[in-house]
């Protein structure tokens, strides 16, 4: 359906804007993450994100969203999106997924990390493995953007570059991943959910020109097992069929003349890029 929406090309101003709606984000995903300790339990997580919230004098991207109850998603495990925060106290081991929006100024920003939870003696080393080829898939697909816009190149280019990043990692001997691709990113700006499609594999379908104005939420989800998902009787926590382990990251990508900006990442995304040969293009 966002396939056929008009897409909402943002000015410079506006991009700015939508940086200081980033920037809550960032901030507030930092605070949960040093408070994912064994013992917290996700309903603490949640009470974190909704003082940086207020804090800012921001509002929360989720907390009414169709009903969604929380201003944050916390998903532990085989959850693989939208895990309701609640009682639920975090042990050594866990993998967390959080996934946080903010609104400031009527301009949303949108990230996930996922935390492996306890010392590190306590991580199952395919767990740590799922988690950081997420993380480098997420910088993959970023860079491809930024190097698709200055080729003039279309959307798909993300896809291409997570699917690419995932193979390769198996190819090298690594332990498969699978890439839940029934969830993927999208347009974001004055709605957190805007056209278009940010697809997490290839595809047929090329998507949109890239060019300076548009604004998207790129986030791959990746599972231990198979990519075959179903949501709980809560009528939001996606969970993966098999039970396996998944992750999720994500960051608000404005592409802006001569490149990118990440507008959750504090530096801009600018360390993470330079991996790739990317400069980021900040505004201000």
Not at 79 to 98: F, K, M, N, Q, T
Not at 118 to 123: E, F, R, V, Y
Not at 205 to 230: F, I, N, Y
């Amino acid at each position: 359906m966002l396939g056929r929406e008009r897409i909402e090309y943002k000015t410079p101003e506006q991009v700015l804007a939508m940086r200081r709606a980033g920037l809550v984000v960032a901030d507030a995903l930092a605070a949960v993450t040093e408070a994912a300790r064994p013992g917290a339990t996700t309903d603490d997580l949640d009470a974190v994100a909704a003082e940086v919230l207020r804090s800012a004098g921001a509002t929360s991207s989720f907390l009414g969203y169709h009903g969604y109850p929380k201003v944050l998603c916390a998903s532990v495990g085989a959850e693989v999106v939208h895990g309701i925060p609640g009682p639920r106290a975090l042990v050594a081991g866990d993998v967390l997924s959080v996934d946080f929006g903010a609104v400031v100024d009527g301009w949303h920003g949108d990230s996930a990390v996922t935390v492996l939870v306890g010392d590190a003696a306590a991580h199952d080393p395919a767990d740590v493995e799922l988690v950081s080829t997420t993380r480098d898939a997420l910088w993959a697909g970023i860079a491809a953007l930024a190097r698709g816009a200055a080729e003039g190149g279309r959307l798909g280019v993300v896809g291409d570059a997570v699917q690419d990043l995932v193979e390769l990692r198996a190819a090298q001997g690594r332990p498969p991943l699978a890439i839940v691709e029934g969830y993927v990113g999208h347009g974001i700006g004055t709605a957190m959910h805007q056209a278009p499609e940010v697809l997490n594999h290839r595809s047929r379908s090329r998507g949109p020109k890239l060019r300076p104005g548009l604004c998207v939420a790129v986030e791959p989800m990746l599972a231990r097992g198979g990519d075959e998902t179903e949501v709980l009787d809560d009528g939001w926590t996606v969970v993966t069929d098999d039970g396996s382990t998944a992750a999720h990251w994500e960051h608000t990508v404005a592409l802006v003349e001569g490149g990118v900006w990440v507008l959750t990442a504090p530096d801009g995304g600018a360390a993470d890029l330079a991996a790739h040969g990317v400069e980021v293009r900040p505004l201000a």
